[in-house]
């Protein structure tokens, strides 16, 4: 129940800027698309090509939607 519970949430904050925590990585970036299995995460540090991560939903230790734009 709160693995759908939470990848509604995150769904809601489709296009919003997130800071991912999973094991062994961290990143911030744009919630570009949520899917039954995985987040995908845009990163981009505003002057370089913009990379993307594929992050499975049930490894995010933690997620935060920073209140300033990326």
């Given at each position: 129940?709160?693995?759908?519970?939470?990848?509604?949430?995150?769904?809601?904050?489709?296009?919003?800027?997130?800071?991912?925590?999973?094991?062994?990585?961290?990143?911030?970036?744009i919630?570009?698309?949520?899917?039954?299995?995985?987040?995908?995460?845009?990163?981009?540090?505003?002057?370089?090509?913009?990379?993307t991560?594929?992050?499975?939903?049930?490894?995010?230790?933690?997620?935060?939607?920073?209140?300033?734009?990326?």
């Amino acid at each position: 129940m709160f693995a759908s519970t939470f990848r509604e949430e995150l769904a809601k904050r489709q296009g919003h800027a997130a800071i991912v925590r999973v094991f062994n990585y961290s990143g911030l970036g744009i919630l570009a698309l949520v899917s039954n299995d995985f987040i995908t995460l845009v990163e981009s540090d505003g002057y370089g090509p913009y990379e993307t991560q594929n992050i499975p939903i049930e490894t995010i230790q933690s997620i935060r939607f920073p209140a300033y734009p990326v």
